[in-house]
């Protein structure tokens, strides 16, 4: 999918460091490599940084479907981590698996390599 930058990549997204790996029909890929400001306490990738992943990824896959013209937005997600992190880059894939004309269902899995690190579902309005 053709998409100019600026209706992908929002100033959050750049934030992050997250880059666009592929987009279209209902799919997003969306990796982030593990950078100092995105470690916990502990120093690994903080939940929150990998939870912001999801919902970017999920976000761009409702927007493949119905049109980066119109808008969606995040009415709930439930996220489950697996692993932890420590260095390196992850990918979220999101697929959207029902695009309804008012809301969207998605689900999303995060992998580093070949290890799951964490799988979530998220329902989208349409707005």
């Not at 209902?26 to 593990?34: E, K, P, T, Y």
């Not at 070949?114 to 349409?126: E, H, P, R, S, Y």
Request: glycine residues 12%; aromatic residues 4%.
């Amino acid at each position: 999918m053709d998409v100019p930058a600026g209706l992908v990549e929002s100033g959050f997204f750049k934030l992050l460091g997250c880059r666009l790996h592929s987009l279209g029909d209902g799919v997003s890929q969306v990796a982030l490599n593990l950078e100092p400001p995105l470690r916990n306490r502990g120093g690994k990738l903080h939940g929150g940084a990998l939870f912001s992943l999801v919902d970017i990824a999920m976000g761009l896959a409702c927007s493949s479907v119905h049109g980066f013209d119109q808008q969606s937005a995040t009415i709930e997600c439930k996220i489950n981590y697996i692993r932890a992190v420590s260095d390196g880059e992850v990918m979220c894939t999101a697929r959207v698996i029902h695009p309804g004309r008012r809301t969207l269902v998605v689900e999303a899995e995060v992998t580093q390599g070949d290890k799951l690190v964490a799988k979530a579902q998220g329902t989208f309005a349409v707005l």
